[in-house]
Every structure is written in structure tokens, then in C-alpha cells.
């Protein structure tokens, strides 16, 4: 492992902590995608990507799920630039806030098919990344 490689690893027992201790929408909404059963796209939760740590990835469709709760609304900024630096890397953002997962589940998995079969299938290589991740 590189020393570069190395350093980004601190990110993965953050990712086994936050499965641990999963919202209410996002269990419902891993109930939904887990095991392929959402139109049979692999999907990961808590999944690590370079500093990050995205609530749900459909790495082959390079799709991101973001659920937001209350802390969202104070950290406007610091999402903004996390998505601009996964954005560069080749990935699309979608977010969808708790209650919308409560409400409408149906709704935001349609949207996640719909958003996942615009996106071509990609090789498992990683694209290139800005320097620093």
C-alpha cells in the first residue's frame, strides 16, 4: 500500500461506523437497493471514495446517493465542495432529503433508476483524481 493510499484509509472504519449507526431512512432506503433489488444494480452504503464517505454508490453507474437530514442545512459549504471534488472525479450526486425516503419511497427509487440507466456502465478503473486523493 502507498504511503498516498494509506493516508485515505482513515476513512473506512468512519464508513463501518456510520453502517452502525444508519438513520432511519437510510436503513429503509438500503432495504430497497441492497442485494441488487433495485433493477439489478450492485449498490454500496457508507461506502469510502478517496476522503469521502458517501451515504450510497453504485460504483458501476458511478451514481452517489446522498440522504439529508438537519445537519445538511448547516454544512450548505462543506457538501457544495465535497460534490464539486467527487463531480471532477467522474461521479453524479443525487440528494434526497430523510423525508423524502419516508414519504416517497417509491418516488426516489424511481428517480435512482432513472438517474442510474442515463449513466453508461463504467470500467471498475477509477478516473483520475485531483492531486491530494
Request: glycine residues 6%; contains cysteine; neutral net charge.
Amino acid at each position: 500500500m502507498t504511503h498516498e493510499h494509506a493516508e485515505h484509509r482513515h476513512n473506512v472504519p468512519a464508513a463501518r461506523e456510520l453502517r452502525g449507526r444508519q438513520t432511519a431512512a437510510e436503513e429503509r432506503l438500503w432495504q430497497a437497493l441492497r442485494s441488487r433489488r433495485l433493477a439489478d444494480l450492485k449498490s454500496r452504503r457508507q461506502h469510502p471514495i478517496g476522503p469521502f464517505v458517501a451515504d450510497f454508490c453504485c460504483p458501476d453507474r458511478r451514481l452517489i446517493v446522498e440522504l439529508d437530514g438537519e445537519v445538511h442545512a448547516r454544512q450548505g459549504e462543506e457538501d457544495a465542495a465535497r460534490e464539486a471534488m467527487l463531480t471532477t472525479a467522474g461521479y453524479l450526486i443525487m440528494r434526497f432529503p430523510n423525508d423524502a425516503v419516508t414519504a416517497d419511497l417509491a418516488g426516489v427509487l424511481s428517480a435512482i433508476h432513472a438517474a442510474a440507466a442515463a449513466q453508461p456502465p463504467r470500467p471498475g478503473v477509477a478516473p483520475l483524481r485531483a492531486s491530494g486523493w
